[in-house]
């Protein structure tokens, strides 16, 4: 026998589920991209100094300074990572969502409070940085500059060694700078080295010579928003395959995708902020 659903108990079913979507809406606006992760994952390096095991490192990707991101989250953000007085502290690009020249000061006033390593800070670009279609390169030139005034060193194509550790920091793959060739063949081969390189695209280029390491990346926010035991649906990388996480490469070589601080789009879901803060380890 079948009964009738009533027009009350069809209210009732079509009421609860309205309040679940309201739910759920809310918890992906307001919720989870302010749901801020630390991971801990350990960093094996080739010839890293012994004085360097144990130390850690952290990777602040992706703050997306801007009209979609709240500044008191990312400062909030920059003061727990300093919280954890790490030994290191990369930034590996898209400081800026960028809209006009007024940001500027707004990035100015963010960095203000940008967490700093113990031995060293590092940072590159992104594509973000770039500003419109990723051609505009006097907002790159000023967007390095105001990080380089708050403390950190910028790596565009360029090499730095800190404490034994050799950092490689590649300028963005889609912006009109990116050409790692040389560097990759001076310096790729050197041991106890780690790449920072924004876009893991870039990882299957032919443009790594001798290079065997680690290489750290963001760009895909881990795609925002993921359905549960399914791939998210929009990633800005070629190769699907990376999302976010750890992933091994050919060559001895091995990729870590943040998920990033910020966001473009204020929405997450399954795929809450990170703050990778790494251990060192001696590669055996």
């Known amino acids: 026998m079948t009964s009738k659903l009533t027009r009350r108990q069809a209210l009732r079913v079509l009421a609860t589920a309205g309040s679940g979507t ?3 809406g809310f918890y992906t606006w307001r919720v989870e991209p302010h749901w801020l992760e630390f991971t801990f994952p350990v960093l094996p390096i080739a010839g890293l100094p012994r004085v360097l095991e144990g130390f850690t490192l952290a990777q602040v990707g992706d703050i997306h300074v801007g009209p979609r991101v709240d500044d008191d989250y990312i400062i909030k953000s920059f003061r727990r990572v300093q919280a954890l007085s790490p030994d290191f502290v990369v930034f590996t ?9 007024r940001q500027f000061e707004q990035v100015r006033r963010v960095l ?3 967490p700093h390593g113990r031995l060293g800070t590092i940072g590159i670009l992104g594509n973000h940085d770039y500003g419109v279609h ?3 390169v006097e907002v790159a030139e000023q967007v390095a500059e105001i990080a380089r005034a708050a403390g950190i060193i910028v790596l565009r194509n360029e ?5 034994g550790l050799q950092f490689l920091g590649l300028d963005d793959l889609w912006s009109p700078c990116f050409d790692p060739v040389a560097l990759l063949a ?5 041991s106890c080295t780690v790449v920072l390189c924004h876009n893991p695209d870039a990882a299957d280029l032919p443009i790594w010579g001798r290079y065997q390491g680690w290489i750290l990346a963001g760009h895909t926010h881990g795609g925002q928003c993921k359905p549960p035991f399914l791939p998210p649906p929009l990633l800005p ?4 395959r990376y999302t976010a996480g750890e992933f091994e490469l050919s060559d001895n070589r091995r990729l870590y995708i943040s998920r990033g601080v910020g966001h473009l789009l204020r929405v997450r879901f399954n795929v809450r902020p990170e703050v990778p803060v790494f251990q060192l380890r001696l590669a055996r």
């Open 134 to 136: 990723w051609r505009m």
């Open 22 to 24: 309201l739910a759920l």
């Open 93 to 101: 690009g898209d400081w800026i969502t960028y809209r006009g020249p």
């Open 186 to 190: 001076k310096n790729g081969s050197d």
């Open 159 to 163: 090499t730095c060694t800190v404490a």
């Open 112 to 114: 203000a409070h940008a």
């Open 237 to 240: 990388v070629k190769n699907k």
